[in-house]
């Protein structure tokens, strides 16, 4: 994803709000550098496709702009990915048929990713298996597993951002990792069936 591009089109969207003083204006900017290709990511691991998470990305930053006197110095991140949650949760529900596609999409361009044949054929089975597993999710755990495990958030940031309590977002964990290991087992076997152990 080409951030420069991004940031364009994303200030085009904030150019509804209200014009702010400069360092409001700086301000933004920094947070969108900081915080695009994560929150982008963040995006697909949730379910959604390319096209829907350049389209969630660009409404998250446009709710940022909307409340960026509100957003806490430091806590740009957690209240960045609070909204991608809300903005993928939304997506999912408004386009459940598209969910599929989007899998199938994110299984399609991981070769795409990937710099060179042979070091990166395991690289590119280890991606294809991290979406597969994640994709056989129930979004509840799967947000959860994602924000802790890839995203690097505590279970308490977790916990607010979800607006659930700790204990049920602890309980959510687990259950993730669970539902995590037993597909990732089903995942390798079938990886294995295909084409041997490597």
């Known amino acids: 994803m080409n951030a420069a591009v991004e940031i364009g089109s ?34 697909r691991r949730l379910g959604l496709s390319e096209a829907q998470a350049d389209d969630g990305a660009q409404r998250v930053f446009v709710v940022a702009a909307r409340k960026i006197d509100t957003i806490v110095d430091g806590l740009e991140g957690r209240f960045l990915y609070g909204v991608a949650v809300r903005v993928a949760s939304e997506v999912r529900r408004r386009d459940p048929a598209r969910r599929e596609i989007a899998g199938e999409e994110m299984l399609a361009g991981l070769a795409d990713e990937a710099p060179g044949p042979e070091d990166s054929l395991l690289a590119d089975e280890a991606r294809e298996a991290l979406d597969a597993v994640l994709g056989e999710m129930p979004d509840e755990l799967r947000e959860v597993l994602v924000l802790v495990e890839l995203e690097e958030l505590t279970v308490p940031d977790v916990a607010e951002l979800l607006s659930i309590p700790v204990g049920t977002a602890a309980s ?16 390798r076997a079938r990886l294995d069936r295909r084409g041997g152990s490597r």
């Open 172 to 187: 959510r964990l687990r259950r993730a990792r669970e539902s995590f290991s037993e597909a990732a087992r089903r995942v």
């Open 10 to 43: 994303a200030k085009g969207s904030m150019s509804e709000r209200p014009p702010a003083d400069a360092s409001t204006e700086a301000r933004l900017e920094e947070i969108f550098e900081a915080h695009y290709d994560a929150i982008w990511r963040t995006l």
